[in-house]
């Protein structure tokens, strides 16, 4: 595990008057990554191949369905609706890809559809499904930088502290998630992460091979009723967790390729237009591959298995009593990740 510089409790503030406010910027991929890609990883003694040069999305479609999308320079191709006009074989969602599909079928595919102009679609009028729909394990790490353990009173872990969510919680970009009733939980909270998302079969890995078990990264919203958290008996950190939609996760899955250090990027939270969080996964307690080998001693992460990967400081629970104004029902709310773009969604 790197080691993290100390930063000064209370430096948030003036991090969030002072830094610009991240651009939802994504990197270039081109329209269709090589096919020699694969024999060249296993050439290399990689373990397995990964999702290369690929920036995807879900696509909810007019019948319930969610299905995959590629971005390119040229527009999204819808690969279902491309694979039914060209009659070429692809994997027809994310978790298809993560779980043996072939990317060498998906990048003939997004390079025919390019060419031809076939299902070709203008990202403005896609309404999003979720990124993934099941994975085997969301695992969420707390207490994750430096600045977030300093305003939770706490001692930074010597450990990763890890707790759960279930599928029942993950919910689109665009979508709208409904709050509970006030007198189940009002105390609702915002915390913006980094989410990683696993390639390979990985049982107890090593730091230095943990990244070529890394699939890619996304945007994951972690939502948190801290009054179902905290205030229970014993604290009942699963359901103040894992209410229906309090996962949000997306827009786009980007391979780990395109964003190369996942522990050197922007990220914050803003709510109605106001920024709220505003740090660096460089401020991470535990990085990336040391989480991944971690949690793999423990038991196997699957393809398709996401990281939530810990909160910066600015959560509403964070600040004095008579200051915490919890999320209510018309707020929009946006997390922002460079190299990830920006996931929206309103609550009700």
């Not at 079969?201 to 070529?212: E, G, I, Q, T, Y």
């Amino acid at each position: 595990m790197s080691q993290r510089p100390t930063i000064r409790a209370g430096a948030l503030a003036q991090a969030a008057r002072d830094t610009p406010l991240a651009a939802a910027t994504l990197p270039a991929a081109t329209p269709a990554a090589t096919p020699a890609t694969e024999p060249a990883r296993a050439a290399a003694g990689l373990p397995g191949t990964l999702p290369r040069n690929l920036v995807a999305l879900s696509i909810l479609n007019p019948d319930g369905t969610e299905t995959l999308g590629v971005k390119t320079p040229a527009g999204v191709v819808d690969v279902a609706a491309a694979s039914r006009a060209l009659a070429l074989p692809a994997p027809a969602t994310l978790e298809a890809l993560l779980r043996g599909g072939s990317q060498a079928d998906l990048d003939a595919l997004v390079s025919a559809a390019v060419q031809q102009k076939v299902a070709l679609v203008n990202e403005a009028s896609i309404k999003h499904g979720r990124l993934l729909t099941n994975p085997g394990k969301i695992v969420c790490v707390g207490l994750n930088y430096r600045q977030h353990a300093a305003e939770s009173g706490a001692a930074p872990p010597r450990l990763p502290p890890l707790f759960n969510k279930y599928n029942n919680a993950l919910a689109a970009h665009g979508a709208t998630v409904k709050l509970p009733a006030k007198d189940l939980a009002y105390k609702i909270d915002y915390e913006t992460e980094l989410l990683v998302v696993i390639g390979k079969a990985a049982r107890d890995v090593s730091v230095a091979d943990a990244l070529n078990y890394v699939a890619g990264y996304s945007i994951g919203h972690d939502l948190s009723a801290r009054d179902l958290q905290l205030e229970l008996p014993a604290g009942q950190w699963m359901i103040g967790k894992t209410l229906d939609g309090f996962a949000p996760i997306g827009p786009y899955f980007v391979s780990s390729d395109l964003v190369r250090d996942p522990d050197a990027l922007h990220l914050e939270t803003r709510v109605n237009g106001v920024r709220v969080q505003s740090d660096n996964t460089k401020d991470f307690i535990f990085d990336v591959p040391y989480l991944v080998s971690y949690i793999s001693k423990h038991f196997t992460l699957q393809p398709g298995d996401i990281i939530f990967t810990g909160t910066p400081a600015g959560v509403i629970l964070g600040r004095p009593k008579s200051q915490q104004l919890w999320l209510k029902a018309g707020d929009e709310v946006v997390s922002v990740i460079d190299k990830l773009g920006e996931l929206r969604f309103t609550l009700a």
